[in-house]
T-cell receptor
Framework: EAQVTQNPRYLITVTGKKLTVTCSQNMNHEYMSWYRQDPGLGLRQIYYSMNVEVTDKGDVPEGYKVSRKEKRNFPLILESPSPNQTSLYFC??????????????FGDGTRLSIL | GENVEQHPSTLSVQEGDSAVIKCTYSDSASNYFPWYKQELGKGPQLIIDIRSNVGEKKDQRIAVTLNKTAKHFSLHITETQPEDSAVYFCAALMNRDDKIIFGKGTRLHILP
């Protein structure tokens, strides 16, 4: 089954404790992306990757890191989480990026609470 | 900066009636406009999309229209059903830097 898998689905942690949210897709997609969803603000792009070893900042990259060492994985790293990073996070992938971007497939989300 | 405005933020319609959600975008170079539906506890799912070389696209009860001159596009759902209740997001792809900007979402309630 074609899917985007995020782990963990829920996490409560404390300020300053490094965490990683993993994202994996099994569709051989080139383009992967991370979003955060906050009430009244919709979905905001954090980082995206057009292909392996290529990453770019989205609209709200501060406080986050990503890496794309393999095509299927795109982990989101919070080196020193703070309470304003409490949010619902989504990973997404699509066959390609660019002007002929194919529709994105989203994971089911990771709810992070930073105390 | 680049922006996508979506209206209304909440919409209630009687079952069987039509629902319309509208979006405007700021970047005239945008060329791809998807619409996503998000059900509770799930990630957004694509329901329909349109590219800038097309003015209208239809898929059963769902249609999207695009006016490039005015820089706006709309989602139309006809003969609404209870399972259409969800949050809907429009988005626009910024061609020059491959960024996707989402609208803030519309919560659609279908009333029995």
């Amino acid at each position: 089954e074609a899917q985007v898998t995020q782990n963990p689905r829920y996490l409560i942690t404390v300020t300053g404790k490094k965490l990683t949210v993993t994202c994996s897709q099994n569709m051989n997609h080139e383009y992967m992306s991370w979003y955060r969803q906050d009430p009244g603000l919709g979905l905001r792009q954090i980082y995206y990757s057009m292909n392996v070893e290529v990453t770019d900042k989205g609209d709200v990259p501060e406080g986050y890191k990503v890496s794309r060492k393999e095509k299927r994985n795109f982990p989101l790293i919070l080196e020193s989480p703070s309470p304003n990073q409490t949010s619902l996070y989504f990973c997404a992938s699509s066959r390609t990026g660019g002007g002929w971007n194919q529709p994105q497939h989203f994971g089911d989300g990771t709810r992070l609470s930073i105390l | 900066g680049e922006n996508v405005e979506q209206h209304p933020s909440t919409l209630s319609v009687q079952e069987g009636d039509s629902a319309v959600i509208k979006c405007t975008y700021s970047d005239s170079a945008s060329n791809y406009f998807p619409w996503y539906k998000q059900e509770l506890g799930k990630g957004p799912q694509l329901i329909i999309d349109i590219r800038s070389n097309v003015g209208e696209k239809k898929d059963q009860r769902i249609a999207v229209t695009l006016n490039k001159t005015a820089k706006h596009f709309s989602l139309h759902i006809t003969e609404t059903q209870p399972e259409d209740s969800a949050v809907y997001f429009c988005a626009a792809l910024m061609n020059r830097d491959d960024k996707i900007i989402f609208g803030k979402g519309t919560r659609l309630h279908i009333l029995p």
